[in-house]
């Protein structure tokens, strides 16, 4: 039993200092089979690069367009929530007999200014600033009056009023540019949504058209958007407004 370790561990000296001979080596034939597989590996890698460099810059310009969605679409909801419960009407020559209540003018400019500094905050706040470009962007905002008579069967509603009035909507920076999608039939059917019966009630509706240019401004994504091709990202928010009803 000794004397086969002894032969064991000889055989391995021997054969360790053998290795150590050009003589003894892998034949050359195997030794390049492994430099060609690595060659080919290296090869396979440089062309799929440029094909992951699109896809995962791809991916992030994606989160990016969706992150500034959901900021758009998170301002909408806070500044709804923020003039809910705020009359948009305010009285004028009160106590006297010529009292009358009008549409608070600056209602819906405050409204406005409310998103924009949500979008925007003050310097020194640690978070991504949205922008709005004048020229290209913009925010709607509806004051919306339903009226409806209850006394039919089904109840059904009868005027639909715009404040402030003679205007279809509030624009905070180009004129008509662009046109709000809630137009009276869309608001007939929000208010009688899955047989819902309607009733006298307020809406406040705000609306943001959002010119994405692109945060990455690669060469490749420029196609989709770019400065002088944006994509245009549109929010809403639709909330009751129970002191619109004057």
Do not use: C
């Amino acid at each position: 039993m000794v004397q086969a370790r002894i032969k064991v561990k000889l055989f391995i000296m021997l054969r360790n200092i053998l290795s150590k001979f050009q003589f003894f080596r892998a034949p050359e034939k195997n030794r390049g089979s492994w430099h060609k597989t690595k060659a080919q590996s290296l090869v396979e890698f440089a062309i799929t690069l440029p094909v992951l460099i699109l896809l995962f810059s791809g991916m992030v310009e994606f989160g990016f367009l969706l992150n500034t969605y959901l900021s758009l679409q998170d301002a909408t909801r806070a500044a709804a929530r923020a003039y809910a419960n705020t009359a948009p009407f305010e009285i004028e020559n009160p106590g006297t007999p010529s009292q009358t209540i009008v549409f608070d003018e600056d209602f819906p400019e405050n409204v406005a200014n409310f998103v924009v500094e949500t979008l925007a905050p003050a310097p020194g706040y640690a978070v991504r600033t949205i922008e709005m470009d004048a020229t290209r962007d913009n925010i709607l905002i509806s004051v919306i009056s339903v009226d409806t008579d209850e006394e039919a069967e089904p109840p059904v509603i009868t005027s639909i009023v715009r404040y402030p009035t003679g205007s279809e909507y509030y624009y905070h920076y180009i004129d008509s540019i662009p046109s709000s999608v809630y137009t009276d039939t869309s608001i007939e059917n929000y208010m009688t949504a899955n047989g819902t019966t309607p009733v006298d009630s307020g809406l406040l509706i705000i609306e943001i058209y959002y010119s994405y240019e692109g945060t990455l401004g690669l060469p490749w994504t420029a196609p989709f958007f770019s400065n002088s091709n944006p994509a245009m990202l549109y929010a809403s928010t639709i909330m009751p407004l129970v002191a619109a009803k004057p």
